[in-house]
């Protein structure tokens, strides 16, 4: 069974930064992507960031590429997601998502290709 727990959020000031953590469990030694999304009250989900395991492959949405960063540990079961320079328009419930992808496949950027979930971090800014 694949788990997934996000930790991390937190009541930030805007120019802050946080390290969101997604520690995972139960996924097949294959070829799988590991996602963030982030959800605001009353929009959709949207994707942040992704990593391919296989060779660190990651892709950022252009509107928080120069300010997010995905990464791994060592072990591999954790990924980090670092926030930084936290505007008003980023907070929200910040989930992590994993499955299985094709081999050479980029990481997916939508969230109808993950299925396997967190409960998400709540992530508020305020001054």
């Known amino acids: 069974q694949v788990q997934l727990v996000e930790s991390g959020g937190g009541l930030v000031q805007p120019g802050d930064s946080l390290r969101l953590s997604c520690v995972f469990s139960g996924l097949p030694v294959q070829y799988y992507a590991v996602g963030w999304f982030r959800q605001a009250p009353g929009k959709e989900r949207e994707g942040v960031s992704c990593i391919r395991n296989t060779d660190g492959y990651t892709y950022s949405a252009d509107s928080v590429k120069d300010r997010f960063s995905i990464s791994t540990a060592v072990a591999k079961s954790t990924i980090y997601l670092q926030v930084n320079n936290l505007k008003p328009e980023d907070p929200g419930v910040y989930y992590c998502?994993?499955?299985?992808?094709?081999?050479?496949?980029?990481?997916?950027?939508?969230?109808?290709?993950?299925?396997?979930w967190g409960q998400g971090t709540q992530v508020t800014v305020s001054s």
């Open positions: 998502a994993a499955d299985l992808i094709h081999e050479g496949s980029p990481c997916p950027f939508s969230s109808r290709a993950y299925d396997h």
